[in-house]
Each structure stands twice: as structure tokens, then as C-alpha cells.
């Protein structure tokens, strides 16, 4: 069936982060701003997707309305393969790794959720997979800059029963401040490239006996593999993927034995499919593969379904955050450390309306034959 229409649509929640809030990209992170893309086909079926996200989210919005969603229109919804080939090859002179794989990532989440409701199965099925209830999760706090926050926070988080804990600090202080007010749980440190390799090397000489289940992204600029490949000399396991542009950005960290962890991000890489090829790619190289996923949409849900159906041991990354609301509860609800699977057709999840209307940031904008 044709793909009819394209929306895009912002929808802006307030949230508490535990802290003194933080500007992001010089903004001021106030509210979780999701970047929502919504698809449907001619016999009347609609999809829905997530495009990264964030203060990206002008960027990737202009992209998506301007130039991916008229590629988009008129296209056989079912055909995500040649949909991925020929839009991402269509643009990639605009940019390899940015706001255009960005925007097709979240139309190519929604031809999957439209996917799996033509054929009333979740997503985790068509992937011929099957899936537990529920999922264990991480919590991934956000920057404070202040131990004692940290230690706050990593408290509260170990008492709702999250086991593993990623802080976004660039401090050895802070991974002690949180190995101390949350004992037994594993720590992960994600410094969001903060050193170029030589100041590196040495804050990982002195993270070496710390016991971090990870680092992440410890070296400026990201692409320098073989930078961070000579870190792996003080034991930590690295991390990193988030900011890497598809398949061969990741063969080019593998193949530079530059990670034990790999990172892709589903609504940053190209989507669903470019996330499979880099799960086969990680599981031939014998590379750990967590996703990254600090999103409350569908970019979210896309995340649960393929960790479910295809990784062996798989872990969600989820905000450590208090929203107001959202439409995509309860799925991007945690209880206990674990969230749970939808088990309805495509992504199964569509969003409630009335909380769509209520916090919608602006007018949405459609695309039509």
C-alpha cells in the first residue's frame, strides 16, 4: 500500500531531573521535547515514529518536512529496504550523520509499526524473535555536577530497584560519590567525549581500579578510533556509538578494536534496519551490544522490540527523570528496574490523543499526495 501522508508533530513534557536544570546544546533543558512522525497508507492504516530528538529537533524536523517526507510520499510502505537504499543514498550529500538520517530514521520506525499491524504481529515477531515480559533497565542520570547529587540521585535509583547506573559526570569523585550511596550496583561513565586522547589516557589511569562496568565516549572528536583504542590498555571497558553514522562507522571501531560495547541509537542511525546490520555486525565480532535509547516515544518502544527479539542479554537505557506526562504510557514506565514488552500489533503503542493535544509544541505539519 502507498504511503499517503507524513506528520511531523512536537510534543513538549515537563520533568523533573533531580537537579538544578541544564542548558543542552546552549538551551535549557527544561522539558522533553519529542519529535514525532506519524505515517499513513492509502488503505487507511497509520504508523508511528521518533525522530532524534532533543535540541536537535528544528534540524531534524526541517529536514524531515522539507525534502525526506516528499521522497517518502507515494512509496510502498512495505518496502523499508529500498526505502532505506534510496532515500539515505538520495541525501547523503547533505549529510552522512545528521539531521536527514534523523528524520527517514523516524518515517522508517513507522513503516515498521505499520508493518506488523498489517500483519498483526509486533514488531519483535516480524524480527522472528520472541519476547519476555519485561526487560531489565538501567538508569541513566543526568549531568548535575555536584557529588552530592549524585549520590542523591544514584540512592534513589538503586531504591527503585534499578542495578546498574550510568552517570554523565566527567569526575573519578563522582563514580565514588555513587559506588558509595548505591553499594552492589554496577557503574557506568559516560563523560560525552570530554577529553581528547591524552588528558584521556590519564583519567583513565586513574579510573582503573574502580570497578566501572563501563567508560563512554571518553575521547574529542568521536571518529578518532584508534584514539580510543589505546585506551583499552587500562582495562575499563569502553563504550561508544551513539554519534557513529550507520553500519561502517561501527565496522570502523570494531575493526580498530576501539570498543567492547557498542551504542547504536535507532532514532539517530537510519532506524530499525540499520540497527539489525549492526546487531549481526556486533554478534560476528564478538562485541557487547547495549543500545542507546534516552527517549520516551517510539524511538523507545523500537528499542524494546528489537532488543527483545534479538539480543541475548539486553539492557534499556532509561532516563532517570519524573515526567508530567506522557502519551506513550505505560510503556515508557519503570517499575522495579524492569519495563515491559508491548505485545500488540507493530509497535503497540499509539498514543493517547488527549495527552498529544494537551502538550503539543505548535502545529503539526503534514505532507499529502
Not at 290 to 300: A, K, L, M, N, T
Amino acid at each position: 500500500m502507498k504511503i499517503t501522508a507524513i506528520e511531523s508533530q512536537v510534543v513538549s513534557l515537563p520533568f523533573d531531573m533531580g537537579g538544578p536544570y541544564q542548558r543542552f546544546a546552549g538551551q535549557l533543558w527544561d522539558r522533553m521535547q519529542i519529535l514525532l512522525v506519524r505515517v499513513e497508507t492509502e488503505d487507511g492504516l497509520v504508523g508511528w515514529g521518533e525522530a532524534f530528538g532533543h535540541a536537535a529537533i528544528p534540524a531534524t524536523r526541517a529536514a524531515l518536512d522539507s525534502i525526506v517526507a516528499p521522497m517518502m510520499l507515494g512509496r510502498d510502505a512495505g518496502d523499508i529496504q529500498r526505502a532505506r537504499r534510496e532515500v539515505l543514498h538520495g541525501t547523503h550529500l547533505l549529510g552522512r550523520n545528521g539531521p536527514f538520517t534523523y528524520a527517514f530514521s523516524g518515517v522508517e520506525i513507522a513503516l515498521w509499526d505499520i508493518l506488523g499491524k498489517r500483519c498483526g504481529q509486533p514488531v519483535w515477531r516480524l524480527l522472528g524473535g520472541s519476547a519476555p515480559e519485561q526487560l531489565p533497565a538501567y538508569a541513566s542520570l543526568l549531568h548535575y555536577g555536584d557529588d552530592d547529587l549524585v549520590a542523591k540521585n544514584c540512592a534513589a535509583a538503586a531504591a527503585a530497584g534499578y542495578r546498574s547506573l550510568k552517570l554523565h559526570e566527567v569526575t573519578r569523585t563522582s563514580v565514588l560519590a555513587a559506588q558509595k550511596a548505591a553499594p552492589g550496583a554496577a557503574i557506568m561513565l559516560d563523560v560525552n567525549c570530554a577529553w581528547t586522547p591524552q588528558p584521556a589516557e590519564r583519567m583513565a589511569r586513574s579510573l582503573a581500579d574502580d570497578g566501572l562496568r563501563w567508560l563512554e565516549e571518553p575521547v574529542w572528536p568521536p571518529e578518532d578510533a584508534h584514539g580510543l583504542a589505546r585506551l583499552r590498555q587500562f582495562g575499563i571497558p569502553l563504550a561508544a556509538g551513539e554519534n557513529v553514522a550507520g553500519l561502517f562507522g561501527f565496522k570502523a571501531l570494531v575493526e580498530a578494536d576501539a570498543i567492547d560495547v557498542a551504542q547504536p541509537s535507532v532514532t539517530k542511525l537510519g532506524g530499525i534496519g540499520e540497527m539489525l546490520d549492526v546487531i549481526r555486525l556486533c554478534r560476528a565480532e564478538g562485541v557487547e551490544l547495549v543500545p542507546h535509547s534516552p527517549y520516551f516515544g517510539p524511538g523507545f518502544i523500537a528499542t524494546l522490540h528489537v532488543a527483545a527479539a534479538m539480543l541475548e542479554e539486553p539492557m534499556i537505557e532509561v532516563l532517570w527523570l519524573e515526567m508530567e506526562a506522557n502519551p506513550f504510557d505505560p510503556w515508557v514506565r519503570v517499575k522495579d528496574g524492569m519495563v515491559s514488552v508491548p505485545r500488540g500489533p507493530g509497535l503497540g503503542c499509539d498514543p493517547d490523543p488527549a495527552v498529544l493535544a494537551r502538550y503539543a509544541d505548535g502545529a503539526a505539519v503534514r505532507r499529502a499526495l
